[in-house]
């Protein structure tokens, strides 16, 4: 899906995917054990992340592709249960995967990019989303979590 992105979020980007493949290629190891109910637990968390980001992603991007909602704020779909539920999908096909590799310190890896998320990309989001929607994000942001659905 094309969309504008920013030289900083740029430069975001290339850190998180930094942090996957060196934390995992660093953290996780090969292990020499066969695959059991551990690993089908962690494909099917990777997956369910993956389907949560690529969904929220796919939703909008056809939303928006609806001239009628030129300069609307999305909120439906799975953005209706968190405002960065693309992060959150995120979120979770790491952790999926730092479970694949059955290595405790691999577990970091989703750690640091939740703090990432929080911390960084999060705020700096939300107030570019305060200036580009004004009330219609502030109200959005009252009802709704900000990352993980009925938590957070």
Not at 28 to 33: A, H, N, Q, V
Not at 36 to 56: E, H, K, Q, R
């Amino acid at each position: 899906m094309k969309r504008g992105i920013t030289w900083e979020e740029t430069g975001g980007v290339i850190f998180a995917f930094a942090v996957y493949y060196i934390g995992f290629s660093i953290l996780g190891g090969i292990s020499e054990e066969p695959l059991d109910w551990i690993d089908g637990i962690a494909v099917f968390i990777f997956l369910t992340g993956s389907v949560i980001n690529t969904l929220s992603e796919v939703l909008r991007d056809q939303w928006k592709k609806d001239s009628r909602n030129k300069g609307k704020l999305y909120t439906g779909g799975l953005f209706k249960y968190a405002v960065h539920i693309n992060y959150f999908g995120d979120v979770v096909w790491v952790c999926g995967f730092a479970l694949l590799t059955r290595n405790v310190w691999a577990g970091l890896v989703p750690l640091f990019l939740l703090a990432m998320f929080i911390f960084l990309n999060i705020p700096k989001h939300d107030s570019y989303l305060r200036v580009k929607y004004g009330k219609a994000f502030e109200d959005y942001e009252k009802v709704t979590k900000k990352l993980i659905p009925y938590i957070y």
